[in-house]
């Protein structure tokens, strides 16, 4: 498959296990935030959003949470499957426009 | 339905060629948003198209253009290629306009563009 980054922050944990993964992001001003998931050889693929006006979202296995304050947007994966293994990024919107900046990504690895 | 589909998937160009990408949205899909995604660099936003309307634009050089046709699919198309327009270039779809939007984007696999 192809590679989406090089030199990305790299998680490595036990199927079964619970995943955390960061995400700094950059404007104060931005108020819808996004997490993808990128598996080698497709295209990013939307896992699950929250507003500004939140700071906990959950989903089928993952929740979003974000903290204001630092400006610190984390998702976690409970019990981690081998098909989780991808890349993870974070989106951020700016209030007003759909200009997306995106993290770089972090590399889950699920081992068996 | 079927997903975002772009062609071609693979493409080697050299330096100072042109080259076109196009973009199949979702079937019913207004929206196409294109990226730029490198190793250095990560993903990046180009432009996004609705109703054959640029409506939005990321900060790459005016040798990036783009446009949508009636029928919402898209090209892009870079002239002057250099080096360092070597990437992988994803495009995107949604229902709706972009704004301050929860409307999902739906990406293709994107077209591999080598520059030797």
Redesign the interface.
């Known amino acids: 498959g192809e590679s989406v980054g090089l030199h990305l922050p790299t998680l490595s944990v036990q199927e079964g296990d619970n995943s955390i993964i960061n995400c700094a992001y950059s404007n104060s001003a931005s108020d819808y935030f996004i997490w993808y998931k990128q598996e080698s050889g497709k295209g990013p693929q939307f896992i699950i959003d929250i507003r500004s006006n939140m700071d906990k979202r959950q989903g089928q296995r993952v929740t979003v949470l974000l903290n204001k304050t630092v400006k610190h947007l984390s998702l976690q994966i409970a019990a981690t499957q081998p098909g989780d293994s991808a890349v993870y990024f974070c989106a951020e919107n700016i209030g007003g426009s759909y200009i997306p900046t995106f993290g770089r990504g972090t590399s889950l690895i699920v081992h068996p | 339905k079927a997903g975002?589909t772009q062609t071609p998937r693979y493409l080697i160009k050299t330096r100072g060629q042109q080259v076109t990408l196009s973009c199949s949205p979702i079937s019913g899909h207004r929206s196409v948003s294109w990226y730029q995604?490198t190793?250095g660099q990560?993903?990046?936003?180009l432009f996004?198209y609705f109703s054959e309307t640029q409506r939005?634009k990321?900060n790459f050089p005016g040798r990036f253009s783009g446009r949508q046709f009636s029928n919402s699919r898209s090209e892009m198309n870079v002239s002057t290629l250099e080096l360092g327009d070597s990437a992988?270039y994803?495009c995107?779809s949604s229902a709706g306009p972009?704004?301050?939007?929860?409307d999902?984007?739906?990406?293709?696999?994107?077209t591999?563009l080598t520059v030797l």
């Open positions: 975002v995604q190793p990560g993903l990046q936003f996004e939005n990321g992988l994803l995107a972009s704004g301050v939007s929860t999902t984007q739906y990406f293709g696999p994107g591999r």
